[in-house]
């Protein structure tokens, strides 16, 4: 079975099991248990992320201790606070595993080493962000002009996975819905 990062990669380029086996040298294996914060506001971001098996929430905290979820990652996503990780500022989000997670961490010093060894690699991660980037848009117009039911219903058919892996409270912020909205939605779609 291959892994998942080069089932990923093969989607965009061709790439060997061999050539993945040195393109893995560039990533470091990082473990994080439940609840255990992978990144805070104020931090320096070393490494952009992709996660190979569990779940992790990326949120923003305002001056009054409001929280704003701005993703949830799960299997195969890639996530950092790409702002402070590409400019070297301080992290302006949060980072925190849901469920016990296995990440493999890359560098920007090893992800340039590895364009540089790997060029093709360029292609890869060049339409890994246009794909963020179109996501990031569309959940934006969502959020702005779909109602919550459509809100609700377009998360369950594009991450059915997530819906059943965070909690309700956790799922209506990423919405920006209320916890109470929610449980409502759920319900109606439920009968």
């Not at 093969?10 to 914060?37: A, D, R």
């Not at 929280?67 to 950092?80: F, G, K, M, P, R």
């Not at 702002?83 to 989000?93: E, F, G, N, R, V």
């Amino acid at each position: 079975m291959l892994h998942p990062l080069l089932q990923q990669i093969n989607t965009h380029i061709t790439c060997s099991k061999e050539e993945f086996e040195q393109i893995l040298l560039f990533f470091k294996t990082k473990h994080v248990k439940k609840h255990q914060m992978l990144l805070e506001q104020g931090q320096s971001v070393a490494h952009e992320y992709y996660v190979q098996k569990g779940c992790l929430k990326v949120f923003y905290v305002n001056e009054n201790g409001k929280e704003y979820v701005t993703q949830i990652s799960a299997e195969n996503w890639w996530l950092s606070d790409y702002h402070a990780y590409m400019d070297k500022t301080p992290a302006t989000l949060n980072i925190t595993a849901l469920e016990d997670t296995i990440l493999l961490a890359l560098s920007i010093a090893e992800k340039e080493r590895m364009l540089l060894e790997h060029p093709e690699m360029q292609v890869f991660f060049y339409k890994q962000l246009c794909f963020a980037y179109v996501s990031l848009q569309k959940r934006y117009v969502m959020m702005l002009h779909a109602d919550p039911k459509k809100r609700y219903e377009t998360i369950l058919e594009l991450c059915p996975s997530i819906v059943k892996r965070v909690s309700k409270t956790l799922l209506a912020s990423a919405l920006g819905v209320s916890r109470e909205t929610l449980s409502r939605l759920h319900k109606k779609n439920s009968d």
